[in-house]
């Protein structure tokens, strides 16, 4: 990047699911939403929910959702098939029947139209959410994106119901492809 760029809210991916993988399973930091300077409540498990279920509804729309220290993330359909995410090592992930344009537009969750595909971000890094202090202030340092050279590894691969046993009894590391 060049000088004078501004700090990045996210360093990721993100790309749109068909509608139908409405399962959410993951292992990382949950069950419940965490970013990197607002986890430590958060353990490390094996956690599934809907789609829905991940959208936080604040009084006005906004980023939300995320979960830290991912190791793997899938999401199912009613058949067992589906497409799974696998950090080399870690990633944030975040699902929602919203667009990030959806929730920078609404003022009020009744203004976001629920879409059939799936948003799902897969990030590097994404931004502290700060105001340790005080409502609004900045995230600590260590806590931002910098305009700097950087890069993280994943593997997205889609599977069948019979590759998919292996969440059905509890294990906590999928198998290698």
Same mark, same amino acid.
């Not at 699911?17 to 993951?26: A, D, K, L, V």
């Not at 949950?30 to 498990?45: S, W």
């Not at 696998?86 to 629920?114: F, M, N």
């Given at each position: 990047?060049?000088?004078?760029?501004?700090?990045?809210?996210?360093?990721?991916?993100?790309?749109?699911?068909?509608? $139908?993988?409405?399962?959410?399973?993951?292992?990382?930091?949950?069950?419940?939403? +965490?970013?990197?300077?607002?986890?430590?409540?958060?353990?490390? $498990?094996?956690?599934?929910?809907?789609?829905?279920?991940?959208?936080?509804?604040?009084?006005?729309?906004?980023?939300? $959702?995320?979960?830290?220290?991912?190791?793997?993330?899938?999401?199912?359909?009613?058949? $067992?098939?589906?497409?799974?995410?696998?950090?080399?090592?870690?990633?944030?992930?975040?699902?929602?029947?919203?667009?990030?344009?959806?929730?920078?537009?609404?003022?009020?969750?009744?203004?976001?139209?629920?879409?059939?595909?799936?948003?799902?971000?897969?990030?590097?890094?994404?931004?502290?959410?700060?105001?340790? +202090?005080?409502?609004?202030?900045?995230?600590?340092?260590?806590?931002?994106?910098?305009?700097?050279?950087?890069?993280?590894?994943?593997?997205?691969?889609?599977?069948?119901?019979?590759?998919?046993?292996?969440?059905?009894?509890?294990?906590?590391?999928?198998?290698?492809?």
């Amino acid at each position: 990047p060049s000088d004078g760029l501004p700090e990045l809210p996210r360093f990721g991916m993100q790309m749109s699911i068909p509608g $139908g993988f409405e399962t959410f399973t993951w292992y990382g930091r949950g069950p419940f939403e +965490n970013y990197v300077d607002r986890k430590k409540a958060a353990r490390v $498990g094996l956690y599934s929910g809907t789609v829905d279920e991940q959208f936080v509804d604040y009084s006005e729309p906004q980023e939300n $959702g995320n979960k830290t220290d991912v190791r793997w993330a899938a999401l199912i359909s009613e058949d $067992g098939t589906g497409l799974m995410v696998t950090g080399l090592p870690l990633i944030e992930v975040s699902v929602h029947h919203y667009t990030t344009e959806d929730l920078d537009r609404a003022k009020h969750t009744h203004e976001l139209t629920h879409r059939e595909f799936i948003t799902l971000n897969v990030d590097g890094m994404m931004m502290g959410l700060g105001g340790d +202090n005080s409502w609004g202030a900045r995230p600590h340092e260590e806590f931002r994106i910098g305009a700097e050279p950087r890069s993280f590894r994943f593997r997205i691969r889609p599977f069948t119901a019979e590759d998919a046993t292996w969440m059905q009894i509890g294990w906590t590391v999928p198998p290698l492809p």
